[in-house]
Nanobody, 124 residues
Framework: VQLQASGGGLVQAGGSLRLSCAAS????????MGWFRQAPGKEREFVAA????????YYAGSVKGRFTISRDNAKNTVYLQMNSLKPEDTAVYYC??????????????????WGQGTLVTVSS
């Protein structure tokens, strides 16, 4: 599967952005989807994951309550709605896909396919 992330940009602290990740192929619904991010000078970290149907989600503590992951299997797209953004949310955001049904996974090595990343910059 090929993944294409979009929706990044510059936003002021307290603002919102919605990222999208479009997947190619006809088997999108068979992949657990996740979002990761990498801030300048830091390692890539887990942000959120969503189950095959979209009925279950999992968030990193730093974004829980502010970010919402969702998916539309008919459109082969996963979303990350980001609210109450903070300067520390500044990073390149990557979407990722994982074969199988286990969705409570937050390690990079658990994911099989990666998008190219989209830059989110939050100004103070």
């Amino acid at each position: 599967v090929q993944l294409q992330a979009s929706g990044g940009g510059l936003v002021q602290a307290g603002g919102s952005l919605r990222l999208s990740c479009a997947a190619s192929g006809r088997t999108f619904s068979s992949y657990v989807m996740g979002w990761f991010r990498q801030a300048p000078g830091k390692e890539r970290e887990f942000v959120a994951a969503i189950s095959l149907s979209g009925g279950s989600t999992y968030y990193a503590g730093s974004v829980k309550g502010r970010f919402t992951i969702s998916r539309d299997n008919a459109k082969n797209t996963v979303y990350l709605q980001m609210n109450s953004l903070k300067p520390e949310d500044t990073a390149v955001y990557y979407c990722a896909a994982r074969r199988g049904s286990s969705w409570y996974v937050d390690r990079q090595s658990d994911y099989d396919y990666w998008g190219q990343g989209t830059l989110v910059t939050v100004s103070s």
